[in-house]
């Protein structure tokens, strides 16, 4: 039923997942000795940039974004500044929980925030190009039986994917294995980053195999 969705979400996924390894490969490139390790706030900074540029470039084109109701410049502004005010709240309320869950509260807390922005870029920036800046519609997404779309479903997926990454990746931080990736938040921003791209593959797979199971509710 949703045949032509499914292939756009897929070649939506493989565009943002390809912005990450580039995003990745060419830090290594240009800067000397880059490693992911050796220059993480770098490399996690770059990602971060590259998922926000191609999201809101591939969902815009592809017309995901909700459309305004209105069409005067000014109401378009207002979406935009409230985009990035809601933005900016996520990326302090990503660095409250972490901090809430064990994270130094001075000490190392760049860190601690850069990891909440890039927490942010895959999954509340993926809320606002799908949702827009709409908190009741994000509730109703989230919420038990909310989703009205295949968009909605994938949406629930990839952030769950995302957010269960980076809750895994803390489990190896206290062990006294004294590993590279082990120094704060390393291990936490990768579990993060590969929960995220393995919800990239999940989300389109899961709908295609139960796309003759979901029913959604009219808008």
């Given at each position: ?18 912005s990450v ?45 909700p ?74 997404v ?14 629930q ?63």
């Amino acid at each position: 039923m949703w045949d032509h969705e499914i292939k756009a979400m897929a070649s939506t996924h493989a565009i943002i997942a390809s912005s990450v390894f580039m995003a990745t490969v060419l830090p290594a490139v240009l800067v000397p000795g880059f490693s992911v390790y050796g220059a993480h706030l770098l490399w996690l900074y770059s990602v971060s940039g590259a998922v926000t540029v191609v999201s809101v470039a591939v969902f815009w084109l592809l017309g995901i974004t909700p459309p305004t109701k209105k069409h005067t410049l000014g109401y378009k502004l207002s979406r935009v500044v409230r985009s990035c005010l809601y933005f900016f709240l996520s990326c302090l309320f990503f660095h409250t929980v972490v901090v809430l869950y064990g994270a130094p509260l001075i000490e190392s807390a760049l860190e601690t925030f850069s990891l909440s922005v890039l927490l942010t870029s895959l999954t509340t920036l993926r809320c606002l190009c799908v949702l827009g800046p709409n908190v009741q519609a994000w509730i109703r997404v989230f919420s038990r039986h909310g989703a009205m779309s295949v968009w909605d479903t994938c949406l629930q997926i990839t952030v769950a994917c995302t957010l269960v990454g980076a809750w895994l990746g803390a489990f190896p931080i206290p062990l006294d294995w004294d590993r590279p990736w082990q120094v704060w938040p390393v291990s936490c921003s990768l579990g993060a980053m590969i929960g995220y791209l393995t919800g990239l593959v999940a989300a389109p797979a899961w709908i295609h195999y139960h796309r003759k199971q979901l029913t959604y509710k009219c808008k």
